[in-house]
C-alpha cells in the first residue's frame, strides 16, 4: 500500500541531525547492495549533497515532491518523485531509518527505483552498481584469495581518498544465499566497508576494518566485535573512539579475519588513480556510448573467430610513457552495460561482458575510418584483455602498455546477444581517441553507354523472347524473368523478387522514364545480377544457399559500398530474417537499392562536399 507520509507519521522529517549510515535499515527488498553504497555515501558529505540535495524538508515550501540525483552512462540525471511510500501495518516495507520519523533513505531508495523501472528491479546486485551511480567513479575489483600484498594499503588509501567501497561473502549454492555463519556473517550479502585502523595491541599494531551491515543488525561476533575481550588490552581513548557497543549492524573486525572471512572487495574510485600511488593525478576520460545488435554488432568473444571482428571497435594512442625514460603508458578501461534493470520486466538480466585489446598494425598507424575485419583478427593475438567475462553491470581493468596504437573490442561472451553499453578510458596521460568505424562511401561502376550494335546475337534473341512484341520489360515481366531463372539455381535460396525490388531496378536502369527497360539497359541489368550472383556465392561460406548477416556485411564490401554500424543495422533490419540469414533476392534488392541511393546523392552534391540541401517538393 502506497501512503503520503503524514497518513503515518504525524511529524516526518527529511533528515534529523545528518544523514548517518545508521539511518539506512534493509526492509523486506532484497537490495542490501544499494544500502550498502547508501551508507557509504553518508561518509563523504560533498557527494551525499549531490545525491541528496540541499534545503529539502517537510516544512518549509513543502510541495509533496522531493528530487534526487544520479550518474547514469556519462550524466547526472535528475529524479523527482511524491511523498508516498510502501507500507504495510503502518510501517514502511523496505529500507527505514533507525530513527522512526526520519525518511530522507527511504525517498533515495523510491528515487533509486523509479530510474531503474521499479522496486522490484533492485532486487539483487553489486554494491558497485551503487557507487558508480552515486558518484560517477570507476569500480575495481578484488578477489580476496587472489589479493595484492598491499590490500591494507590500498584500503587505507581509498578511505583517505573518500572512495566507497563494499564486501560480500561467496554463496555456494542456492540454499547458502544469505546464509548466516556461526559468527553471524552472512552469505551472499552486501556489507560496507566504513573505516580503517591500526591499533596496538600486546605490543604489536593489529589491521582493523569497520564494516556495516546494512540490515542495522546481525553483527560479527568473532574478535574485535562489539562485545569481545580484545578492546579491553588497548589504550582507553583509542578505545573510546572507536569502540560501540549498539546492535546497529556494524562492527570492527580484524584484517586477517576479513580476509579469511570475505571473499569479495569493490572499491570504486572517485578518480582512476591507482591506490597503490601516493601520488594524486589529473587523468584524461573519455565515453563511449555504443550497442550490439544482433546480426550487425553482436559478435561474441574471441572464441567465435568467424563473428568477433563485427564487434564495436574503439582505437585509443598512448603517447607518452608515464615517467620519463620508461616505455610503460597506464590506462584503465571499464566497459558498462546500459539499463539491465529496466530490462528485467521483459525477462532479461545482465549479459556477460568484457574485452580484449589489440595493438594497430603498422599498415593501419595512423589511419581513421577503418573497421578491421576478420582476418586481421584471425593473425593477430591480444595485447591484453579484461581480467574475465562476468555478467555483471561492468567489468574494469587496469594496463600497461608501450606507447602506441591499440585497438579496444568490446563484447558479450556469446554471439547474437543484445545490448547497450558504454565504454570509459582514464588515462595518466593525454590521449586520442575514437571509435573506428567504416566511412560511408560507394565505389560504383562507370556508367556503361552501351550500343545496341554492341550486344552479341544470342542475347538479343532472349530478350526478343522474354520482351514480346512491345520490345520493352515492365515490372510484371521482369519479376517473371528473375524468378524464373533464380529458381533453376540449385545452390542459392530465395523466396522470389517482389514488385518493390523489380521496381527499385527499373528505376535505377530506366534511361527513358518510361518505367520500362529496353535492351540496352535490360543488358545492362542482366550483367549486374550475374556480378552479384557471383559476389553472393563467394561469400556464402558455408554453401547453404543464404549469407548469414556477418557474411553479408563482407559481401556488401567485396560488391564496393563500405557502410558505418548503423547503416548496416538497419539494413539487416529490412533485409535478413528471423534466424539472421539473406537470400539471394534480398541480397540482390539491397545492393540495387544502395547504388540506387549512393548515385541520386552524388547527383545532388554538385560541390561535392558530402553535403545536400533539398526542398519539401524534392
Same mark, same amino acid.
Given at each position: 500500500l502506497l501512503c503520503a507520509l503524514q497518513e503515518f507519521c504525524t511529524d516526518p522529517h527529511f533528515i534529523i541531525d545528518g544523514a548517518t549510515r545508521t539511518d539506512i535499515c534493509q526492509g523486506a527488498l532484497g537490495d542490501c547492495w544499494l544500502l550498502a553504497a547508501i551508507a557509504c555515501l553518508t561518509l563523504n558529505e560533498p557527494l551525499l549533497r549531490r545525491v541528496v540535495p540541499h534545503g529539502q524538508s517537510f516544512h518549509q515550501q513543502y510541495a509533496g515532491i522531493f528530487h534526487f540525483q544520479f550518474w547514469q552512462f556519462g550524466e547526472w540525471v535528475d529524479v523527482v518523485i511524491d511523498d508516498r511510500l510502501p507500507v504495510r501495518d503502518g510501517k514502511l516495507l523496505f529500507v527505514h531509518s533507525a530513527e522512526g520519523a526520519e525518511f530522507w533513505s527511504a525517498l533515495v531508495e523510491k528515487a533509486y527505483a523509479k530510474l531503474n523501472g521499479c522496486y522490484e528491479a533492485l532486487s539483487g546486485g553489486c554494491t558497485s552498481e551503487g557507487f558508480e551511480d552515486f558518484t560517477g567513479g570507476v569500480t575495481e575489483m578484488y578477489e580476496l584469495k587472489k589479493a595484492p600484498a598491499n590490500l591494507?594499503?590500498?584500503?587505507?588509501?581509498?578511505?583517505?581518498?573518500?572512495?566507497?567501497?563494499?564486501?560480500?561473502?561467496?554463496?555456494?549454492?542456492?540454499?547458502?544465499?544469505?546464509?548466516?555463519?556461526?559468527?553471524?556473517?552472512?552469505?551472499?550479502?552486501?556489507?560496507?566497508?566504513?573505516?580503517?585502523?591500526?591499533?596496538?595491541?600486546?605490543?604489536?599494531?593489529?589491521?582493523?576494518?569497520?564494516?556495516?551491515?546494512?540490515?542495522?543488525?546481525?553483527?560479527?561476533?568473532?574478535?574485535?566485535?562489539?562485545?569481545?575481550?580484545?578492546?579491553?588490552?588497548?589504550?582507553?581513548?583509542?578505545?573510546?573512539?572507536?569502540?560501540?557497543?549498539?546492535?546497529?549492524?556494524?562492527?570492527?573486525?580484524?584484517?586477517?579475519?576479513?580476509?579469511?572471512?570475505?571473499?569479495?572487495?569493490?572499491?570504486?574510485?572517485?578518480?582512476?588513480?591507482a591506490l597503490h600511488s601516493r601520488e594524486l593525478k589529473k587523468w584524461n576520460s573519455s565515453l563511449y556510448p555504443g550497442e550490439w545488435r544482433r546480426g550487425s554488432t553482436a559478435g561474441g568473444c574471441r572464441n567465435y573467430p568467424s563473428t568477433f571482428w563485427i564487434n564495436p571497435?574503439?582505437?585509443? $594512442?598512448?603517447?607518452?610513457?608515464? *615517467?620519463?625514460?620508461?616505455?610503460?603508458?597506464?590506462? %584503465?578501461? =571499464?566497459?558498462m552495460q546500459k539499463d539491465r534493470r529496466l530490462l528485467r520486466r521483459e525477462g532479461k538480466d545482465m549479459e556477460t561482458i568484457g574485452y580484449a585489446i589489440y595493438e594497430v598494425p603498422k599498415e593501419f598507424l595512423g589511419s581513421t575510418g577503418v573497421h578491421l575485419k576478420r582476418d586481421f583478427f584471425l593473425k593477430h593475438t591480444s595485447s591484453a584483455r579484461s581480467e574475465l567475462f562476468i555478467n555483471l553491470r561492468e567489468v574494469s581493468s587496469r594496463f600497461c602498455l608501450p606507447a602506441?596504437?591499440?585497438?579496444?573490442?568490446?563484447?558479450?561472451?556469446?554471439?547474437?546477444?543484445?545490448?547497450?553499453?558504454?565504454?570509459? $578510458?582514464?588515462?595518466?596521460?593525454? *590521449?586520442?581517441?575514437?571509435?573506428?568505424?567504416?566511412? %560511408?562511401? =560507394?565505389?560504383?561502376?562507370?556508367?556503361?553507354?552501351?550500343?545496341?550494335?554492341?550486344?552479341?546475337?544470342?542475347?538479343?534473341a532472349l530478350f526478343i523472347k522474354l520482351a514480346g512484341k512491345e520490345m520493352e520489360i515492365d515490372i510484371p515481366k521482369l519479376q517473371m524473368i528473375l524468378n524464373r531463372v533464380v529458381s533453376k539455381h540449385k545452390d542459392i535460396k530465395t523466396n522470389g523478387f517482389e514488385k518493390e525490388a523489380c521496381r527499385s531496378m527499373i528505376n535505377l536502369l530506366d534511361t527513358t522514364g518510361k518505367g520500362r527497360l529496353g535492351l540496352t539497359d535490360f543488358h545492362v541489368l542482366w550483367e549486374k545480377i550475374k556480378r552479384y550472383l557471383a559476389v553472393f556465392r563467394e561469400f556464402d561460406l558455408d554453401k547453404s544457399g543464404t549469407m548469414n548477416a556477418y557474411e553479408m556485411r563482407l559481401a556488401i564490401e567485396s560488391a564496393g559500398f563500405k557502410l558505418t554500424n548503423y547503416i548496416f543495422q538497419l539494413i539487416i533490419l529490412r533485409y535478413a530474417k528471423p534466424d539472421m540469414n539473406v537470400d539471394f533476392d534480398s541480397f540482390v534488392t539491397c545492393l540495387i537499392r544502395l547504388e540506387s541511393m549512393f548515385k541520386t546523392f552524388k547527383s545532388m552534391d554538385s560541390d561535392e562536399d558530402g553535403v545536400v540541401s533539398f526542398n519539401f517538393s524534392q
Open positions: 591494507f594499503s590500498i584500503i587505507r588509501r581509498a578511505v583517505e581518498r573518500g572512495s566507497l567501497m563494499g564486501c560480500s561473502i561467496d554463496v555456494t549454492g542456492f540454499f547458502d544465499m544469505e546464509a548466516v555463519t556461526f559468527k553471524k556473517l552472512v552469505k551472499g550479502h552486501a556489507y560496507s566497508v566504513t573505516g580503517v585502523e591500526e591499533v596496538e595491541f600486546k605490543g604489536n599494531l593489529v589491521k582493523l576494518l569497520r564494516i556495516r551491515n546494512p540490515w542495522g543488525e546481525v553483527e560479527w561476533t568473532g574478535a574485535w566485535s562489539d562485545n569481545s575481550k580484545e578492546w579491553n588490552g588497548i589504550d582507553p581513548s583509542v578505545r573510546a573512539r572507536l569502540h560501540n557497543c549498539c546492535e546497529d549492524g556494524e562492527f570492527w573486525m580484524s584484517f586477517n579475519d576479513f580476509m579469511r572471512e570475505f571473499s569479495r572487495l569493490e572499491i570504486c574510485n572517485l578518480t582512476a588513480d571497435q574503439y582505437k585509443i $594512442v598512448l603517447k607518452d610513457p608515464d *615517467t620519463e625514460g620508461q616505455d610503460g603508458c597506464s590506462f %584503465l578501461v =571499464a566497459l602506441g596504437e591499440y585497438i579496444i573490442v568490446p563484447s558479450t561472451f556469446e554471439p547474437h546477444k543484445e545490448g547497450d553499453f558504454v565504454l570509459r $578510458v582514464f588515462s595518466e596521460k593525454a *590521449t586520442d581517441s575514437e571509435e573506428l568505424d567504416d566511412e %560511408l562511401s =560507394a565505389d560504383l561502376p562507370e556508367e556503361i553507354v552501351l550500343q545496341e550494335s554492341e550486344i552479341d546475337e544470342g542475347f538479343k
